[in-house]
Structures are given as structure tokens and as C-alpha cells.
């Protein structure tokens, strides 16, 4: 057996929920949701080092590539409606920038093209994000996300 073959049948140590386990690499984000029974209602993070926001581990079938102890953690995720579609918002904020994403995934962007981003929250909260701006997100907080070229 190559040296390359031995390496993808090696096991990695990995922790999820403080739990350690043992899987190959590359592996799934289902199969990993899967080894650690995280629930229909909570959402997978790799740890990240540094300043930077921990990396949402996707219940799909791509490739996710590990390293030896990796560490993964569950947390549950809140519902929020962007433009009438239920999405599963794994963070505490939303920015505009991110709500924008969700409307449109793949633009238009650039040049005059500008959105407003209003939002209201189940207790009749409302207002507005501007670029830069962000919010804390509650369950079922709904965002009105419009393109709204520059006149």
C-alpha cells in the first residue's frame, strides 16, 4: 500500500461536543452530524483559532478535510425569514451584508446597485440596516431585503 493510500484509510482523532471520536478523512458534514448525534435543530462549528469566526459545517455531502484533533461543537440555530424563506441563521448577528447574501446569493452587485434591509421581530420591533450595521437575530425575526438601484 502507498504511502498516500495508508494516509486517506488513517482515522483522525476529533472532538465534537467535548466527545472524542474517531473518522476518516475526508469526511462528510453529514457523516460528521452523524458520529456526533447533533440534532435536526442544531448546527455544526469547527473550532477556528485566532480573530475569526468559528467555520459552520454544512449537513451535506461535501468533502470536509480534518486535521488531528480538530474540534467541533454544536448550537442550535434560529429561524429567520428572508423574504418569506425560512433559513436555519447559525450566528447571534446578522449584517446587512450577510442578510443581502441571503436574498441574492448571486447578485447583482456593484456599481448602482444598492438594498434596503428591513426587519421585525415577532414583538413588533422593527428598523432598518444600513452597510456595515448589524443586528441581534431572535427566532422567527423576519428581513425585507429589496434591490433599490442608486437614482
Not at 471520536?21 to 452530524?33: K, R, V
Not at 485566532?50 to 440555530?77: C, M, T, W
Given at each position: ?6 494516509e ?52 451535506e ?21 428572508v ?41 413588533g ?12 437575530v431572535?427566532e ?12
Amino acid at each position: 500500500m502507498s504511502e498516500a493510500e495508508a494516509e486517506k484509510n488513517r482515522l483522525f482523532r476529533i472532538h465534537i461536543d467535548r466527545q472524542t471520536f474517531e473518522s476518516p478523512n475526508p469526511t462528510t458534514g453529514t457523516a460528521l452530524y452523524a458520529l456526533g448525534d447533533v440534532g435536526p435543530h442544531k448546527k455544526l462549528f469547527r473550532e477556528v483559532d485566532g480573530n475569526h469566526d468559528d467555520e459552520f459545517i454544512p449537513r451535506e455531502d461535501e468533502h470536509v478535510r480534518l486535521k488531528e484533533d480538530d474540534h467541533f461543537y454544536s448550537q442550535k440555530a434560529t429561524t429567520i425569514f428572508v423574504n418569506g424563506t425560512p433559513e436555519a441563521w447559525p450566528h447571534r448577528k446578522i449584517s446587512y451584508d450577510q442578510a443581502v447574501k441571503l436574498a441574492f446569493p448571486h447578485g447583482p452587485t456593484g456599481g448602482d446597485i444598492r438594498y434596503s434591509v428591513s426587519w421585525t421581530k415577532p414583538d413588533g420591533q422593527e428598523g432598518s440596516l444600513r452597510h456595515g450595521q448589524s443586528v441581534v437575530v431572535v427566532e422567527e425575526m423576519i428581513f425585507d431585503v429589496r434591490n433599490t438601484d442608486k437614482s
